[in-house]
């Protein structure tokens, strides 16, 4: 073989490497020579974890987007402490941190200080979503963990009565699009809410309304049922009607028609902007050409695990155990 020949191929292999491996500053296969069976590993404590709880595989797909909205995709919300970022308002609910420490326990065992916790958290919200019935996709990786986590940081997280073009600066601060804000809480196909966060929105909306008067007049009874004003607040009810443990374009369909359980789920449809991206996922065209609601949400949370993370020897840590600084 010719050296040409030899240089030609070599090129192709580099170029090659950088197509199908490299996502930013994150890499496919990361730890491909330092641990070749992370994913199988992460995998099997998810799989053990839904198959016990299924309403496991939500929480642990809300975890990363809590995680990846504060400081980046930095594990900060694992931290325990008094004033740690997990004990903020705007995490209420969060659970699931068992299973990233059985994944980080195993892993540690595997490839002691190799694997971030950073990088579980977001392996493990690809892996729920996959148990739910949902698409799988490929998990960039070289995530380090940060080394901070105070509660008060999590203040401008997305919230539930924020309006749309709030909730659009919010995500654009991000570097996430308004296509991003629709298919990203579209997460809420899977996973239930307490009746804790529909008080308002079903008795006591505005002063002179009981109801948020959005609520469709068939859908307001429901709700009412499923939360009766002075019921018990910790009751849950499923953000997708009818389909809360199937990752599917169900809670689209439900927004659209009137149905959406959160109050920013149901403002979507209220704005002209977000309501015409939403409308992009249905209607004939959109079956054969696209756009496809599947992969398009697969490229919105494989953007958002990019938030802020931390890369390289000189940034972060790789901790020994999640919940704790080393």
Known sequence: MSSRSTLVIVL???????????????????????????????????????????????????????????????????????????????????????????AKSELEEECPGVISCADIVALAARDSIVMSDGPSYEVPTGRRDGRRSNMSDADNMPELRDSVDVLRAKFAEKGLSETDLV???????????????????????????NSDPSIGPDFLPELETQCPRGGDVNARLPLDRGSERSFD????RNIRGGFGVLESDAKLYLDESSQSIIDSYFGFFSSIFGPFFESDFTDSIVRMGQIGVKTGSHEGEIRQVCSAFN
């Not at 491909?32 to 642990?60: F, G, N, Q, W, Y």
């Not at 899977?190 to 529909?198: K, R």
């Not at 374009?249 to 689209?252: P, S, T």
């Open 183 to 209: 298919l990203l809480s579209a997460a809420h196909t899977i996973g239930t809410t307490a009746c804790f966060f529909m008080e308002r929105r079903l008795y006591d909306f505005a002063p002179d309304s």
């Open 249 to 252: 374009d169900g809670i689209l």
């Open 12 to 102: 192709a292999l580099i170029l090659l490497t950088i197509i199908s491996f490299s996502h930013g500053q994150l890499q496919l296969g990361f730890y491909s020579s330092t641990c070749p069976d992370v994913e199988d590993i992460v995998t099997s404590i998810v799989r053990d974890a839904v198959l016990s709880d299924p309403t496991i595989a939500a929480a642990l797909l809300r975890m990363h987007y809590h995680d990846c909205f504060v400081h980046g995709c930095d594990a900060s919300v694992l931290i325990k402490g008094p004033t740690a970022e997990r004990r903020a308002l705007n995490h209420a609910g969060l659970r699931g941190f068992d299973v990233i420490e059985r």
